[in-house]
């Protein structure tokens, strides 16, 4: 079951460096734009807490702002420590000018 909700237009996510957090049915999810492709992930580190949204983009990768934790933002995986597991990913979808991600299918990335 799909439940897509907007969290924002294409003219908001455009020009990130970094992500862009946004809350929407009780979930705080990081947006990130890479290539004009978008990719929604929990916004929370598992390690101390660290916010997602707020870290430098590589590629394909998030770096935690606290403790330097690799997040892969289309999966959600760990790729380097402190942390020892991933974030919840989630689809998304652009229609028209929204985007919009879907909270019910969000996926768990141990």
Same mark, same amino acid.
């Given at each position: ?6 969290? @924002? ?16 049915? @009780? ?14 992930? +929990? ?5 101390? @807490? @660290? ?9 394909? +990768? ?49």
């Amino acid at each position: 079951m799909t439940q897509f909700v907007k969290v @924002g237009s294409r003219t908001e996510f455009e020009d990130l460096e970094g992500g862009k957090l946004v809350e929407a049915g @009780g979930h705080r999810i990081a947006v990130f734009n890479v290539g004009g492709s978008y990719y929604a992930i +929990e916004n929370t580190c598992p390690h101390r @807490g @660290g916010p997602l949204a707020e870290g430098m983009v590589v590629g394909e +990768e998030v770096i935690c702002p606290w403790h330097g934790s690799r997040f892969n933002v289309k999966t959600g995986s760990v790729l380097t420590p402190p942390a020892s597991q991933g974030v919840e990913s989630f689809p998304v979808r652009v229609a028209g000018d929204d985007v919009e991600v879907d909270l019910q299918s969000g996926v768990s990335s141990e």
